[in-house]
């Protein structure tokens, strides 16, 4: 047993943990991007590995195909009957489109918090141990992803970029448990109720949407969408629906759960979502003294905005 | 090249941890237990075993490194801990090598050192809030299971394995 623990060895051993504290130190640290050796693991570690997600991902579709088969019955049914109110849908939907564009266009707004440019993604990887909640996708700096980036499914919001490399980048979903995961939402009812959807309830699975105001009115069954408020997100992504509240600990505002409407399982193909209006600047009016724009750049911004619809 | 094949066998399964495993993994599917595959590791130990602590170690250190950088959000965790753990536990005389069943209960002491190791970090640095019955009984437990059960089924292919490198590195010597 000696040469277990020789005078060198433990050494060797302090030189370790202090280099240990160090490195936890160096990457607890929030506004840190990755340095080149990580990005150059991560990149060519993903690169094999979205060559084993992608069959994997096939052979698990083709089996939730065959679990689909059994009930294509009943939904065909319900199908069906969803399909009669489509028509008169789609009739209210072009009317109110037509109603919004001309309003649009009459107000003079350019920018808005919901518009949005949609990249997909591959799913690479999951941590193994779970105690982060991050998969990896096959999309990073090089394809334009930035960090803090909205993440989602076709069915609703599940987390944010957290790290980017060059041809990867990490998604931090939203039923991670770090304090620093919170996400600037409200609720879709009359008047707008805002609050933070800010990790998850360990015994029932649904999100915790906090900070509401106390004297809001929350209904079960309300939806919940992302505000835009936050900085990077794009407005009204769908997160969930409430299915509980009450007031918190102290009284002072009221704590939501929400069933979220994007599984966090299963993840196969993610959209990233980029914001297409880049600040949140209020609309400089011309009239104020000491503002002047050019007729010219008016015209040009518009031009250069009506080929960003078109296209 | 023959001494790269344990590499690229860890490497292999690796990927197969982290992104195949992840998408058939049971609690993809509803049920609430999670296994967590430390086969990597598991075998890491192994290697210890049969090729000696230098091996075992530096694999520890280097596939530590890789779980930490792909996998976590703090750095040095994993390089420390499975680089130490290997270490300590890469016991690496004849009746570990002789005797397959102290050798398979070593490699799991180990799986469940790192599983209780990387729990109390993840306390300490507030990542998780997860109590402990519920830890052991959601986490732990089907982990070590699913780990038991890998190990149990690899252990004999692995030690022929090691011996048949020994073998062919002690002929290249010999040339």
């Not at chain 1, 199908?79 to 939907?93: G, I, N, P």
């Not at chain 1, 448990?177 to 959807?197: E, L, P, T």
Request: aromatic share 12%; with cysteine.
């Amino acid at each position: 047993m000696q040469s277990f623990f020789s005078n060198k060895r433990l050494i060797i051993l302090l030189v370790c943990i202090i280099i240990l504290v160090a490195l936890i130190g160096y990457s607890m640290n929030e506004r840190r991007t990755l340095s080149w050796p990580e990005q150059f693991i991560t990149d060519s570690v993903g690169w094999v590995q979205s060559a084993f997600s992608r069959p994997a991902h096939l052979v698990a579709g083709f089996f939730e195909n065959i679990n689909d088969l059994q009930n294509l019955y009943e939904e065909n049914q319900i199908l069906k009957s969803h399909l009669d109110e489509y028509a008169t849908l789609q009739v209210e939907l072009n009317e109110l489109r037509r109603h919004n564009e001309e309003l649009t266009n009459s107000l003079d707004i350019k920018e808005s918090l919901n518009r949005y440019s949609i990249r997909s993604a591959l799913v690479i990887h999951r941590s193994p141990d779970r105690w982060n909640e991050f998969i990896g996708i096959n999309k990073g700096a090089q394809h334009g992803i930035e960090v803090n980036m909205a993440v989602m499914t076709s069915k609703g919001l599940i987390g944010k970029i957290q790290n980017v490399s060059q041809f990867t980048s990490t998604v931090q979903l939203l039923s991670d448990q770090d304090r620093s995961n919170r996400i600037s939402a409200f609720v879709d009812s009359d008047d707008s109720i805002y609050g933070f959807i800010e990790g998850i309830d360990d015994e029932t699975g649904n999100l915790q949407f906090t900070m509401i105001n106390i004297d809001a009115e929350i209904e079960v069954g309300q939806s919940v969408v992302t505000s835009g408020l936050g900085g990077i997100f794009p407005s009204e992504l769908l997160i969930g629906e409430i299915v509980s509240f009450e007031a918190d600990e102290f009284g002072l505002s009221q704590t939501a759960l929400v069933k979220p409407t994007a599984d966090f399982n299963q993840l196969d193909y993610v959209l990233v979502i980029e914001r297409g209006a880049t600040s949140l600047e209020p609309q400089i009016d011309p009239d104020i003294e000491g503002v002047e724009i050019e007729e010219d750049e008016l015209d040009e911004e518009e031009a250069t905005n009506d080929e960003g619809e078109e296209s | 090249m023959i001494r790269y094949v344990l590499f690229l066998i860890l490497f292999l399964l690796f990927i197969l941890e982290g992104s195949v495993f992840q998408i058939f993994a049971p609690d993809q599917f509803g049920v609430p237990y999670l296994f967590t595959p430390r086969w990597v590791f598991l075998i890491i130990i192994f290697a210890g075993i049969f090729r000696g602590r230098m091996v075992g170690t530096v694999y520890g250190i280097i596939f530590g490194v890789m779980y930490d950088v792909i996998y976590m959000s703090v750095l040095g965790v994993y390089a420390f801990g499975m680089g130490f753990i290997a270490y300590l536990l890469s016991i690496s005389i004849p009746i570990f090598q002789r005797n397959l069943i102290i050798a398979i209960i070593t490699a799991v002491l180990a799986v469940i050192t790192l599983d209780y190791y990387v729990y109390g970090m993840m306390l300490l640095l507030g990542i998780t809030t997860v109590e402990h019955a519920e830890f052991f009984n959601v986490r732990f437990l089907p982990s070590l299971l699913l780990n038991v059960a890998f190990i149990s089924v690899f252990a004999y292919p692995l030690r022929k394995g090691f011996y048949y490198l020994r073998q062919k590195q002690e002929e290249e010597k010999k040339l």
